[in-house]
C-alpha cells in the first residue's frame, strides 16, 4: 500500500525568504502522480503544483517549485519570496500508480513571518 | 468555468439526526470522489462515484453512511444517526475521466459539526 510521510508538522519562515518543505513516500509502482495542496484558514484544497512520475524535470509554477528524486522517493516543495499569504497548511500527494485514490500526508503548517 | 461546489459549508447536527452533503462538479466532470479529514489528519478517501454509480466505496464506513451521484443533480453524502465522531470536514473533488492521470479539483469543504 502507498504512503505519505511529512515530518515537519510546522515550518516557519521570514518575508521575502525561501523554505522547503519535505515530503516522503512509499510506493511499488512505477508510473504515478505528485501534488502539493495548499490549505488556508478557509480549508479550501488549492492545487499548488503536479509531478509526473515519468518526467525528470522538476515541475515550476512561478515562486514554487519542486525537488523529485524518484529514487529516493522525495518530493518536496521550495517556496521562493515567501509572502504572507503563502501561511497554510500544505499537504503532499500521491494519485495514479493504478489507484484513483489520492493518499495524503498529514501536512506541514508554515508560518510566514513579517 | 465554475469549481467544484459544496453545500452547506458549515452543518451543525445533533446527535442521531441525518446530514446530506452535496456536491456538484466542475463542469464537464462527470467523476467525484468524497474525502473526509478529522482535525489536525490529512484527507482520507472514502469513495468514488460516477454518475449512477459507485465505483469504490472501500474506505467509507460500511453504516450510517451512504453517497450517490444522480444522473441528474449533485452528488449526495448521506450520514444517517450522526455522532460526535463524525464531525470533520467532508471534501469531494471531480475529474473529467476518472483516469490516475486526471488531477482531481476539490471544493471548498462542508465542515460538520455534531453536538
Known amino acids: 500500500a502507498q504512503t505519505v510521510t511529512q515530518s515537519q508538522p510546522e515550518m516557519s519562515v521570514q518575508e521575502a525568504e525561501t523554505v522547503t518543505l519535505s515530503c516522503t513516500y512509499d510506493t511499488s509502482e512505477s508510473d504515478y502522480y505528485l501534488f502539493w495542496y495548499k490549505q488556508p484558514p478557509s480549508r479550501q484544497m488549492i492545487l499548488v503544483i503536479r509531478?509526473?512520475?515519468?518526467?525528470?524535470q522538476n515541475a515550476t509554477e512561478n515562486r514554487f517549485s519542486v525537488n523529485f528524486q524518484k529514487a529516493a522517493k522525495s518530493f518536496s516543495l521550495k517556496i521562493s519570496d515567501s509572502q504572507l499569504g503563502d501561511a497554510a497548511m500544505y499537504f503532499c500527494a500521491y494519485g495514479g500508480g493504478g489507484t484513483y485514490k489520492y493518499i495524503f500526508g498529514t501536512g506541514t503548517r508554515l508560518k510566514v513571518l513579517a | 468555468n465554475a469549481g467544484v461546489m459544496q453545500n452547506p459549508r458549515h452543518l451543525v447536527r445533533r446527535r442521531g439526526q441525518e446530514a446530506r452533503l452535496r456536491c456538484s462538479p466542475m463542469?464537464?466532470?462527470?467523476?467525484v470522489y468524497w474525502y473526509r479529514q478529522l482535525p489536525e489528519e490529512g484527507l482520507k478517501f472514502m469513495v468514488y462515484?460516477?454518475?449512477?454509480?459507485?465505483?469504490?466505496e472501500s474506505g467509507m464506513p460500511k453504516e450510517r453512511f451512504s453517497a450517490e451521484f444522480p444522473k441528474e443533480g449533485p452528488s449526495i453524502l448521506r450520514i444517517q444517526q450522526v455522532v460526535r465522531g463524525d464531525s470533520a470536514a467532508y471534501f469531494c473533488a471531480s475529474s473529467k475521466t476518472g483516469g490516475a492521470e486526471d488531477t482531481q479539483y476539490f471544493g471548498p469543504g462542508t465542515r460538520l459539526t455534531v453536538l
Open positions: 463542469k464537464g466532470h462527470s467523476h
Open positions: 462515484l460516477q454518475k449512477e454509480n459507485i465505483i469504490d
Open positions: 509531478q509526473e512520475a515519468y518526467k525528470q
